[in-house]
């Protein structure tokens, strides 16, 4: 079965094929959509949902899901959230935006957060979603050299490692991401 994955990130496509085998993932520039799709709204599912009816409402796509994901930081009252891309300004620059939780978290003892990623998937004219969450904490400094956004400083519970520090498929194997693709895979597989 081939499913449109509404992103225009390659790495994506390549990850979450990785866990959706069985099915061909397309991506955006394989339907001919080289437009940045918006994210106006004020939830990680809202947006989600967003980016895939844009997709199905405007490329005439059947099957479609969208992915949004958010690091929420308890202290921050869930922030950066649905701003964790631009959350140090419209640059989008994650270096900038490391910077800007650490120097927020620097008064505070409680550095628990989460990532939440929630897909949105649309099949037949119907509308399902998918979370996936971690736990962690955020460290007082970066380390290490994979992966990208704020994994230099994401400590997931119970492990010694950050996610910057695992190796692709290590983090891929516990991620949020992965988390809510397999709870798509699994309504796939048995609907
Ligand atoms: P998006 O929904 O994947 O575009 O993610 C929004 C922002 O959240 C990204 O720009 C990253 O800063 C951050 N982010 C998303 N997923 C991850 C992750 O797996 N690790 C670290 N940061 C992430």
Redesign the pocket.
């Known amino acids: 079965m081939k499913i449109v994955f509404a992103t225009g990130n390659p790495h994506?496509v390549e990850e979450i094929q990785a866990i959706l085998k069985g099915y061909e993932l397309i991506g955006l520039a394989d339907i001919g959509c080289h437009e940045d799709i918006p994210e106006t709204n004020p939830t990680i599912k809202e947006n989600a949902l967003q980016k895939a009816r844009y997709v199905v409402e405007n490329y005439g796509v059947k099957n479609c899901f969208a992915?949004?994901?958010?690091?929420e930081i308890d202290a921050l009252n869930g922030e950066p959230g649905v701003y964790?891309?631009r959350y140090a300004g419209p640059e989008?620059d994650?270096d900038a935006?490391v910077h800007k939780v650490l120097a927020k978290l620097a008064n505070y003892s409680d550095r628990s957060a989460q990532?939440r990623?929630v897909v949105a998937l649309i099949i037949e004219g119907e509308e399902y979603t998918f979370e996936g969450i971690i736990r962690g904490t955020i460290q007082t400094e970066k380390s290490g050299s994979g992966?990208?956004?704020?994994?230099p400083v994401?400590l997931p519970e119970g492990e010694t490692r950050n996610?910057a520090e695992m190796s692709a498929d290590e983090?891929n194997k516990i991620?949020?991401?992965a988390k809510a693709v397999l709870l798509l895979k699994s309504f796939l597989e048995n609907r």
């Not at 992915?67 to 690091?71: N, Q, V």
């Open positions: 994506k992915e949004d994901t958010g690091l964790s891309a989008k994650a935006n990532f990623t992966g990208f956004g704020y994994d994401f996610f983090k991620s949020h991401r």
